[in-house]
């Protein structure tokens, strides 16, 4: 099984490719936690995505593409994966689609997640991150039992780039950047859109029964 998550800040790409990946047993590889541990571990990537990442702006895709071509190589991704945040352009959509012809693989499905701006902001507003697990909780939507920790004892944090400002320009640049995509795999007919409003339990559902309704994915390698 192969999916990719695609949508604005916020939607909840990367809470349901866990829950998916989770169920699936397949790995879920997050473009957002690779960079914020690549910052944690002060690495030349990490030292290079930073300032980009704070200001809201995409890490130039030369540097991420080749992040990502070596992180879809490592074994654990040979039997599928759920990409959440790749590609957000263009070109990253050309070197996936290279990448994937090379081991003669293909995506079975793009959930597109949607949702209005104002609930997106609402959501972005009240996220909370574990930093060492990147688990993602919610203040009101999905609370960790104890206040402020997370389930294996780390403090949560709020991101940096979750702040008014940064994530207006988040949603700019997924307007110009990343929005373009939907029409790109819509072309290729592997597009599912998914109206991400309502619980997680719901959206996850919807998701599911996509992907139980598709044949092909029980036999996919
Ligand atoms: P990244 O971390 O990928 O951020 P993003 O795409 O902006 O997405 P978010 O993580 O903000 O939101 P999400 O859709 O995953 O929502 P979530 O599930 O957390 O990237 C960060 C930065 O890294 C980028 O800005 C860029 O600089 C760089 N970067 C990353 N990939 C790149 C690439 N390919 N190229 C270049 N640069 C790149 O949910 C949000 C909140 O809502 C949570 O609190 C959650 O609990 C809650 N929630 C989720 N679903 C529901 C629901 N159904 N009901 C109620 N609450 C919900």
Same mark, same amino acid.
């Given at each position: 099984? %192969?999916?990719?998550?695609?949508? $604005?800040?916020?939607?909840?790409?990367?809470?349901? !490719?866990? +829950?998916?990946?989770?169920?699936?047993?397949?790995?879920?590889?997050?473009?957002?936690? &690779?960079?914020?541990?690549?910052?944690?571990?002060?690495?030349? +990537?990490?030292?290079?995505?930073?300032?980009?990442?704070?200001?809201?702006? @995409? /890490? $130039?895709?030369?540097?991420? #593409?080749?992040?990502?071509?070596?992180? =879809?190589?490592? !074994? *654990?991704?040979?039997?599928?994966?759920? @990409? *959440?945040?790749?590609? %957000?352009?263009? +070109?990253?959509? *050309?070197?996936?689609?290279?990448? @994937?012809?090379?081991?003669?693989?293909? #995506?079975?499905?793009?959930?597109?997640?949607? =949702?209005?701006?104002?609930?997106?902001?609402?959501? &972005?507003?009240?996220?909370? =991150?574990?930093?060492?697990?990147?688990?993602?909780?919610?203040?009101?939507?999905?609370?960790?039992?104890?206040?402020?920790?997370?389930?294996?004892?780390?403090?949560? &944090?709020?991101?940096?780039?979750?702040?008014?400002?940064? +994530?207006?320009?988040? =949603?700019?640049?997924?307007?110009?950047?990343?929005?373009?995509?939907?029409?790109?795999?819509?072309?290729?007919?592997?597009? /599912?859109?998914?109206?991400?409003?309502?619980?997680?339990?719901?959206?996850?559902?919807? &998701?599911?029964?996509?992907?139980?309704?598709?044949?092909?994915?029980?036999?996919?390698?």
């Amino acid at each position: 099984m %192969r999916l990719v998550f695609l949508g $604005p800040p916020g939607v909840g790409k990367g809470t349901q !490719s866990a +829950v998916i990946a989770k169920k699936h047993a397949v790995p879920h590889i997050a473009t957002g936690d &690779i960079l914020r541990k690549a910052i944690c571990d002060e690495t030349e +990537v990490g030292l290079e995505a930073k300032s980009y990442i704070d200001a809201g702006k @995409l /890490v $130039p895709d030369e540097v991420i #593409i080749q992040v990502m071509n070596d992180r =879809l190589q490592v !074994s *654990d991704a040979a039997a599928g994966y759920i @990409l *959440d945040g790749y590609p %957000r352009t263009i +070109v990253q959509g *050309d070197a996936l689609a290279r990448f @994937l012809l090379e081991s003669e693989k293909k #995506i079975d499905h793009v959930f597109y997640l949607g =949702l209005d701006e104002a609930v997106l902001v609402k959501r &972005i507003s009240g996220r909370r =991150l574990c930093p060492s697990c990147q688990t993602i909780y919610h203040i009101l939507h999905n609370k960790p039992t104890k206040d402020g920790q997370c389930e294996c004892g780390t403090s949560l &944090i709020q991101r940096k780039d979750d702040h008014e400002d940064t +994530v207006k320009n988040r =949603l700019f640049v997924y307007e110009k950047e990343t929005a373009p995509l939907i029409e790109y795999y819509k072309k290729q007919d592997i597009l /599912v859109q998914i109206d991400a409003d309502g619980s997680l339990k719901l959206v996850s559902e919807k &998701i599911e029964k996509i992907l139980k309704e598709d044949p092909s994915l029980s036999s996919s390698d």
